[in-house]
Each structure stands twice: as C-alpha cells, then as structure tokens.
C-alpha cells in the first residue's frame, strides 16, 4: 500500500501545472540540481531557461513515519481524496534564505514570497507528477478552464495565428481594457488571450470570481469583439519574483500557445522590492524563449484630450489623471455606478452580481471569503 501524503491547495495546483504542461519543460517537482540551477542561473540543468522554483516541501518527520524513499512512489491526495502520483527521484534538505536571495533578491521576510518560502518545511521531495484523474473545477470557472492541449486545439478552431497574454488579477476597468487593445494593436494579433491567476488571496484583493467574470463581461458586451477576445484561468499562487515571475509567466503563456505576452509597470512586483521596468528589461538578456513580450507603458484619463491617452504620447504629462485603484475600490464598496471612463457598466453589473452570489456581499476577500468560499479545485472520480 502507498504512503499517502496531504497536498496543500498551492501543492494541488502545482501538481496540475505539471502533469498537464503548464511548466513544460518540467514535468516534476525539482529535485536538487534542478533547484541549484533554477536559483543560480535561472536555467534548468539542461540549458532551458526556467526562473522559478516548484517545490514540494514536507518535514523530516513525515519523510520518516511515511518511510519516504528515492526509488518509491506516493499517492498524493487532495482533502482526503486521491489526487496524483508522485515518483521520487530525490529526497534532500535545503536552504531556505539562500533560494529567497537567489529568486526574490532579498530574504526579507516582509516581502510575500519570501515569507512564504522561509514558511516551509526542511525536507524536498523531487520527482514526476501523474494526475489520476481530470480534477473537477468549480464554478463559475469551469468554463474558463483550458490545459494547454485543449487551449491550443481552441485557438486553432478559433483561426487564431497570433495571440497576445494579457496576465490579470484585478476587474477590468477602462485602463485595462486599453492596454489590451494597445497590445493587440502591437502585436498584429487575432486574439487576446486573458488569463486570470486564481490561486492564493489576501484580504482586500478582488474575489477570483468577480475578476474572471468582470473580464469575460468585457467581450459579452462588445467592448472587446468576442471573437478576438477569450477568458481562461491559471492556477497558481503568485510568486510576486518580479523580473524572475515575468519570465516564467512568459514561458506558460507559451505553453498555453500564446506567440505575445504584454508586460505592464511592475510586472509581478510588490512594494518597491523591484524597479517598475525591470519585468520588461529583463527579456533583453534572454535568449529567444518563443513567445515575444509586448512591452507597455501606462494609460490614463486626460482631460485636455477628453479621453484616455498614452503615457508618453500625449503632451499634457501634467494634466493626466492615472486610474486610482483606491477610487475603483471605493466606487464598487459604495455600489455606486462609475462613470463610463472608469470602469463598463456592464462590468460593474458583473462584478456586483459576483459580490452578492460568490463574495459575501463584497468584491473584495474578507475573512468569511477565506473561511468559506468554495474550493476551486477538487479530486476528480477515479475511473
């Protein structure tokens, strides 16, 4: 009989990007000379550029009472339901800190990832992933959900040649919308591809739900054309690695058959560990990865223009008034309906129906949210 070892949520959804190829070329969690590569030159042993760790921690205690060894197998379940099965290729200690200066540039534990990183258990268990079973999605995310052989085989049917990423944890307001166009327009595209990340929240973020289904609001109401515009998740807790989390946000986007990903200020930053541009400076040091970035700047609202307009297009640099996050943030706790140049009304209806039925009467998490939201990822039925 199998060992059988708890996943946490982050842990599950690692596995599926795994299994399915959402981290190809990585099939496994890393084992010890994938993780010195990854944290020392930002490439697997083989050459492959790959920026970020995944990792599956457990303690020395539960690697002995599971009598965990290379060579084994372990069933891995997910709220006590099995889940995957796991091939361990190696068993080792790591070090903390030094993976935290090598991937974040600090080990400071006020920074997010860091403190999550410095959180985990002493031991690493490295090896292939095999999901036992398609896991089940929840709602309303079922639809959005697409491994990257499905997600390909839909943008084929859809005629698309190039398709632009657009990364999203927020609900679209006008600024959003903007920069997907600008993308579009930049990268002579047939489609942009959103691709919301659902995975761990704090409070004072938006719900998961409301951002998925504020976007998809977007191109039902023709503001983006449906058929150059489609709505999908990634599962992952972000890493906030800035430059480091740009690359491999680049190389999923690819798997997912993506030829364009748009890179804004601040990529995947948090605070000010990271300089706003060095999540687009970064791919100048890069070889080809197969996916091109799209590099932009910022739109805001000018009034001298009485329209949004272009960081560094139109004259008025004074006069420009950025989208405050904020304003946005209290326009939808008020429940007041913004002005069309902030935010779609059709956007806002979504997000307000999205607060009443998913969120507890709000948009943004909140401990009844963290406490009793459904999961949004399950065990599927083994066969």
């Known amino acids: 009989m199998l060992p059988r070892l708890p996943l946490s949520r982050g842990a599950a959804s690692e596995c599926l990007g795994l299994a399915f190829g959402f981290f190809a070329p990585l099939k496994g969690f890393m084992g010890a000379t994938e993780l010195a590569s990854v944290g020392e030159r930002m490439r697997l042993p083989s ?37 995957a099965l796991l091939t361990v290729e190696d068993i080792f200690r790591w070090d903390r800190e030094t993976l935290a200066r090598q991937v974040y540039g600090t080990a400071d534990p006020r920074h997010p990832g860091v403190r999550r990183m410095l959180r985990r258990a002493e031991m690493l268990i490295a090896g292939p992933v095999e999901m036992l079973a398609r896991p089940k999605v929840a709602e309303p995310f079922t639809r959005f959900f697409f491994t990257p052989l499905e997600l390909r ?49 704090r409070e004072g973020d938006y719900i998961d739900e409301a951002i998925v289904l504020g976007h998809a609001a977007l191109a039902r109401a023709g503001y983006l054309r449906p058929e150059a515009h489609m ?96 304003l946005i943030r ?35 998490v909140g401990p009844e949210y963290l406490e009793r939201r459904h999961p949004v990822l399950e065990a599927g039925a083994l066969r």
């Not at 197998?73 to 006590?80: E, K, P, S």
């Not at 632009?164 to 307001?173: F, G």
């Not at 297009?313 to 420009?320: A, K, M, Q, T, V």
């Not at 069309?340 to 009467?361: H, N």
Request: net charge negative; hydrophobic share 40%; with cysteine.
């Open 153 to 201: 085989a839909e943008i084929a049917r859809r005629g698309w040649r190039r398709v632009v990423a657009h990364q999203s944890r927020n609900v679209p307001h006008t600024g959003h919308e903007w920069l997907m166009k600008s993308a579009w327009f930049a990268s002579e595209a047939d489609g942009v591809l959103v691709s919301a990340v659902v995975g761990e929240k």
């Open 231 to 326: 709505t999908s998740l990634l599962l992952w807790d972000m890493h906030y690695a800035g430059p480091r989390e740009a690359v491999f946000h680049a190389i999923v986007r690819k798997n997912l058959g993506c030829t364009h990903h748009m890179f804004g200020r601040d990529h995947a930053g948090v605070g000010n560990y990271y300089d706003p541009y060095a999540s687009q400076r970064i791919f100048d040091e890069l070889p080809d990865l197969g996916i091109r970035p799209v590099l932009i700047q910022e739109w805001a609202y000018c009034p001298k223009c009485q329209g949004i307009a272009y960081q560094g297009l139109c004259g008025h640099d004074l006069e420009r008034q950025p989208f405050s996050g904020s």
């Open 47 to 83: 050459g492959l550029v790959f920026p970020l760790p995944v990792i599956l921690d457990v303690s020395l205690e539960t690697v002995s009472d599971l009598g965990l060894r290379t060579g084994g197998q372990v069933l891995l379940t997910l709220r006590g339901q099995d889940f």
């Open 330 to 364: 209290s326009i939808l706790l008020d429940g007041v309906q913004p002005p069309g140049l902030i935010m779609r009304k059709e956007v806002f209806d979504t997000v307000q129906a999205a607060s009443a039925e998913f969120g507890f009467g709000s948009p943004f």
